[in-house]
């Protein structure tokens, strides 16, 4: 592994959803697209204020969403992280 988190299975399958579902006036589908084209790093994208702002405040709404989970949703979720890790790796 070489560090990169876009490497990842996981982080990739989240850029490409990100990158294929928000529009081009979209911050968080404009980030995703600025790291999966090669334009930027995670971090140098991730600097870019319009980009950060709008990651602050999907952070912030879906940690308090995680909150309001019961140990069952939360373990859905872990069940879909997993079914993405694994597709990602498939051709």
């Not at 911050?27 to 994208?45: D, I, K």
């Amino acid at each position: 592994m070489n560090g990169d988190i876009t490497e990842q299975p996981l982080a990739k399958a989240v850029l490409k959803h990100l990158a294929g579902t928000r529009g081009s006036s979209d911050p968080l589908g404009s980030f995703a697209r600025t790291v999966l084209s090669g334009e930027a790093t995670l971090r140098g994208a991730a600097n870019f204020p319009w980009h950060s702002d709008a990651l602050a405040t999907a952070a912030a709404k879906a940690q308090q969403e995680q909150q309001k989970m019961t140990p069952e949703q939360r373990a859905e979720y872990d069940r879909t992280a997993q079914q993405l890790r694994e597709n990602q790796d498939q051709p």
